[in-house]
């Protein structure tokens, strides 16, 4: 089991902090969604989904794009080639976790 | 995909933190476990594995009995029932987290 475990000490923690995966699930699931969308499906804050699409952006892993839909702003966010990639490793670890739990 | 993004709002921090996580995986797997063999299977320094253990305690999911194995002191780690039950309610979530994620 050690390896597994050990594993642990790996995981990506900007993805693992509960509400930044719930943001790059979304994410995943949708390829992009608009700030208010986000909002609602993550049930965070204003102030909370900012500071978090924040960090998500700084570390590479978000896309952000501020644009307009006719008169109204829209900011419209996307999971980079990075953050994917980065996702797709979180979530492999994890399933990698449940097996050793299961076994 | 709301409702499982919103759960995790709801994820036990005690056990999501990488650390106390492979602890407690640990103690899933082995039943009970001394100290040393928790620092090596998991990879810890003494500092830092005595300080999660200690918060473990505290929320009351390990239980830690000191003893004496002939004239060696031991530290004797267990999950508690609370533990057991925290934990498997916490890979159940996770299981849903991966489940939409690959849908």
């Given amino acids: 089991m050690s390896s597994e475990v050990q594993d642990l000490t790996r995981l990506d923690r900007v993805i693992h902090e509960?509400?930044?995966l719930g943001i790059m699930m979304v994410l995943h699931g949708?390829?992009?969604a608009d700030f208010l969308y986000l909002q609602r499906e993550c049930?965070?804050?204003q102030g909370n989904l900012s500071s978090h699409l924040?960090?998500?952006e700084e570390t590479g892993y978000v896309?952000?794009?501020k644009k307009f839909k006719g008169k109204?702003?829209?900011t419209v966010c996307r999971l980079s080639v990075k953050g994917?990639?980065?996702f797709d490793g979180y979530t492999e670890m994890l399933a990698a976790v449940l097996q050793?739990?299961?076994r």
Avoid: C, D, N, S
């Fill in 43 to 45: 049930g965070l804050t």
């Fill in 72 to 74: 109204f702003p829209m």
């Fill in 84 to 86: 994917k990639a980065a």
């Fill in 30 to 32: 949708a390829g992009e």
């Fill in 100 to 102: 050793v739990v299961r």
């Fill in 18 to 20: 509960p509400a930044r």
């Fill in 63 to 65: 896309e952000i794009e």
């Fill in 54 to 56: 924040a960090r998500l």
